[in-house]
């Protein structure tokens, strides 16, 4: 078992992270809704930021997702069923792992949950657990 500390959070409404478990996630259920995850927060966060002539919608697309899903893992935190947080890892070569993605849902954040996912994702880096990269 992997013990991961809780991050300090002034919101007061921290998840247990002993409550906190992370899984994989490969089918295309999952995958459309990790889109959704990564394609809301980015309208969220960056909309009123990026220059309207740089901004695009959606920031990915289908394709590109699946795509994305040949040569990375995403790992996803759930509460009742519902995705809440999404993390990605890769490996470009013998020497480099990546973690490209990471999104908590906007009502969620401020509570350790990306937090602990990438620590989670670092873990993974550091031990070399996963089958697929190996």
Do not use: C
């Amino acid at each position: 078992m992997i013990h991961i500390e809780p991050p300090y959070s002034n919101s007061g409404d921290l998840v247990n992270i002993a409550d906190v478990e992370f899984e994989k996630a490969d089918d295309d259920d999952a995958l459309d809704e990790i889109l959704s995850i990564i394609n809301n927060s980015n309208i969220e966060q960056w909309r009123e930021i990026i220059p309207e002539e740089h901004y695009k919608e959606p920031f990915l697309t289908k394709a590109q997702i699946n795509e994305m899903s040949t040569y990375m893992e995403f790992y996803v935190f759930k509460k009742s069923d519902e995705i809440i947080a999404v993390g990605s890892f890769g490996k470009r070569d013998e020497n480099t792992a990546w973690i490209p993605l990471m999104y908590v849902r906007s009502d969620f954040q401020k509570r350790g949950i990306g937090s602990a996912l990438m620590a989670y994702l670092e873990i993974w880096r550091r031990i070399g657990i996963s089958k697929k990269y190996t």
